[in-house]
């Protein structure tokens, strides 16, 4: 890989462009699968939030990483610092326009998830901590807003049963717990350093990695359940990006370049929409 090249993937990964895709990916597949329109400002919503959300955290979160400062990414985002600012306040004045722009009642459904994701970002609680700095909980909070805002909100407002709704909600939220533990495994020494305790510093490495297959295997139990009645499209693309996550978290226990885990298991939230349209 050459330099320019380089630089290119690490502007792409850490400018949260990456991500941010990601979950206008996930939106669109979740539409997709149920023949619902594209909200356009609904979608440029979750692109910029996710934008700002995440570039404030990188930002905040050099201040607890000043021993890891010069390693890894940590030396890239360091780099880019003054960019990823400038993101943030794109980001972050997008996703404010379209917020005040929706209705009434997709405001307060977007509320909580706003709140956990603001409390999560800044350092509001006593010394200096984060809601993502207290042991256990990251995890569940990230599963928790990424399926709030990426598929029971649209469903909700498109008038999809709750039958529907709320398996579909717990699929999605084992989906993300599964795909972030890979990223508790890469930073256990991090959550060490900053006192914070997780599910890989308490089952370690390998039972970690069990557990997270096992979740994506409730995933594709729920999809078969959920597919038997014919509720909706898109089984078949769910079911073999379970199963690509699944051998890529497999492989998480012998990798430590930031790429697959940016790169790659982040990149697993955009499979089912991209085998959703080549298997159309």
């Known amino acids: 890989m ?15 462009l990456h991500i941010s895709l990601c979950c206008a990916f996930l939106y669109l597949f979740t539409i997709k699968r149920f023949d619902i329109e594209v909200d356009h400002n609904y979608l440029i919503f979750i692109v910029s939030s996710t934008i700002f959300t995440y570039s404030i955290h990188r930002i905040i979160g050099m201040n607890k990483v000043r021993k890891f400062e010069h390693q890894g990414r940590f030396a890239v985002i360091s780099e880019y610092r003054a960019h990823i600012i400038v993101y943030a306040i794109v980001g ?5 326009y379209t917020y005040w722009g929706f209705s009434f009642s997709r ?5 909580l998830a ?9 350092p509001v609680f006593g010394k200096s901590k984060r809601l993502r700095d207290f042991s256990f909980v990251k995890i569940f909070l990230i599963a928790f807003v990424w399926a709030i805002v990426s598929e029971s909100i649209p469903l909700y407002e498109s008038g999809i049963s709750f039958k529907i709704i709320v398996p579909l909600f717990l699929e999605r939220v084992l989906f993300f717990i599964a795909i972030t533990i890979p990223f ?21 490495k390998n039972n970690s990695i069990f557990l997270a297959i096992s979740l994506l295997l409730f995933c594709i139990v729920i999809e078969i359940y959920l597919s038997y009645n014919n509720l909706f499209t898109g089984f078949n693309s769910a079911i073999i990006a379970y199963v690509i996550t699944g051998i890529s978290i497999y492989f998480v226990k012998d990798k430590s370049d930031d790429y697959y885990f940016s ?7 955009m499979l089912p929409l991209i085998l959703l349209q080549f298997l159309n």
């Open 263 to 269: 790169g790659l298991m982040d990149g697993t939230i």
């Open 184 to 204: 508790d495994i890469r930073d256990i020494e991090v959550d060490r350093t900053n006192n914070v305790k997780t599910i890989p510093s308490a089952l370690g």
């Open 107 to 111: 405001i307060k459904l977007l509320l």
């Open 92 to 96: 972050g004045l997008a996703c404010t």
């Open 2 to 16: 050459n330099f320019t090249i380089k630089h290119i993937i690490n502007l792409y990964l850490y400018s949260s």
């Open 114 to 122: 706003g709140i956990i994701s603001i409390l999560y970002t800044l």
